[in-house]
């Protein structure tokens, strides 16, 4: 039997092949942008522009303290025309709302608002006075004519007539005619215009009071449709309102022209008869 010895052979590891990854050169393409010295600058503006908006935005629509709670009102408008009721509604619609919005964007529509139930306003200035607070400036339409009444004071402005308080300074310095004290009870004066148009009767003071320069008082008569003109020398003149102005002016200078007791008369009635038939009364 044979015998054969064996001896072993060395161990040789294959090596494992690593995969090898063939990179291919990409070249990047890059879009040409050809900007132009104008084009950039315009850029540039935008870009400036809209961080202004927003700056602008940020510091007035949305800063609290722009928020009106603080309100308060020039002295010449309070002094001039202090109606609780006018000053009250401003108040009201201007408190709470934004300084900006109110006073810039929604001015003409407030100040449309108040006007609509006060005609004589003629304009509101709104002033930011500082952190939560604004300031009220109210200015007013001269009225057409003042009517006083005993102690009271009416004005009237186109269709619009309403009561001037007692402490108020404003248009003492206009014309005005009278009621008398019989008419006390009145709270406006819309009933005298049923009576009489209200343009006729403006007319009418104001033709007076050219026609006797030296009137002291012109009192309207409700329910009488007469004016009594009170004169420096004493006299009382009683116009009718219904009948002609001009023919009753006219025959109170022919009777101061031709009348010899012309200056002891008292009273004179212009056209309580006929227009060629004048009542005196020494």
Known sequence: MANYLVSPRPFKREKHQTKKF????????YPEINFSVKTFWILMLVIIFSYWIFFIIKNTFFKKENYIQNISYSEESVNAFDDPNLYSAISKSLKWENYYIVA?????????????EFPMVKSIKILKTGPYAAGVVVDFY???????????RFAVVWNYNFEIYSWNTIWNDIFYAELPQYASWIDSLYWLFHEINQ?????????FSEAFPDYERIVY???????????????RIYINNQNSLTWQIENYYLIKQYYKDFDSLQTIDLWSLQWNKIIVNK
């Open 199 to 207: 343009n006729q009767f403006i007319h009418d003071m104001y033709f």
């Open 22 to 29: 063939n990179f291919k050169k990409v070249r990047l393409i």
């Open 221 to 235: 008569l409700p329910w009488s449709s007469m004016t009594v003109v009170f004169v420096t020398s004493g006299k």
């Open 104 to 116: 810039k964007l929604k001015r003409r529509a407030f100040v449309q608002k108040i006007k609509s």
């Open 142 to 152: 001269t009225p057409d004519i003042i009517i006083k009444l005993w102690d009271r």
